[in-house]
């Protein structure tokens, strides 16, 4: 709502705004763009308006999405959802990804899954054989394994320590 009253405060006109994304009427906005950076950057927001850096962004958000909004595991391979969801080779995508952000697609699947098993630990909403089943792990010892190698605790451990020990979405 603060990123449309923005954007009409500049005489724009949004057919949509959503998570990562807008679309407004104008065709261009150039004399606009450096006002508009300025009123969104307070609000802890950026535009982004390279082609490489939307299609990085529009990864992170169906990983997110996937992982963190989702209340059904992905019924196919990471690879073929977001080459299907994005409409370009993964092949690109993937290369793309780790020249711009310094990490594989992967790593950064894996980190997102890894801060859901951490947030429903520390809420202490589901066991962890349910959290392998929603977060698609293959059993609970994968999980196990793959949440020690990537925290350096067992996920007992980091449930009794009963401090928050999870990254914002955005640091990842």
């Known amino acids: 709502m603060m990123v449309k009253s923005e954007l009409e405060n500049l005489g724009l006109h949004p057919i949509s705004v959503e998570l990562g994304e807008i ?5 261009c906005i150039d004399t606009l763009k450096d006002e508009l950076i300025q009123k969104l950057y307070p609000l802890g927001l950026e535009l982004i308006d390279d082609k490489q850096s939307i299609i990085i962004d529009k990864i992170k ?3 997110v999405d996937s992982v963190h909004h989702s209340e ?3 019924k196919t391979n990471l690879s ?6 994005l409409h370009f080779n993964y092949h690109y995508l993937s290369n793309l990804f780790t ?8 790593h950064y699947f894996i980190a997102q899954k890894i801060e859901r098993v951490k947030e429903l630990l520390v809420y202490d909403e589901l066991s962890l054989t349910e959290m392998a ?3 698609n792990y293959s059993s609970v010892a994968h999980l196990s394994k793959q949440f020690k190698k990537v925290t350096g605790l067992t996920a007992t451990h980091f449930k009794q320590l009963k401090i ?3 990254k914002a979405i955005d640091e990842l």
């Open 133 to 135: 089943f929603h977060l």
């Open 80 to 85: 073929d959802y977001i080459s299907d969801q």
């Open 23 to 27: 679309e407004i009427q104008e065709e």
């Open 99 to 106: 020249e711009v952000h310094g990490t594989t697609i992967e």
């Open 61 to 63: 958000t169906l990983i």
């Open 72 to 74: 059904e595991p992905l």
């Open 164 to 166: 928050q020990k999870r």
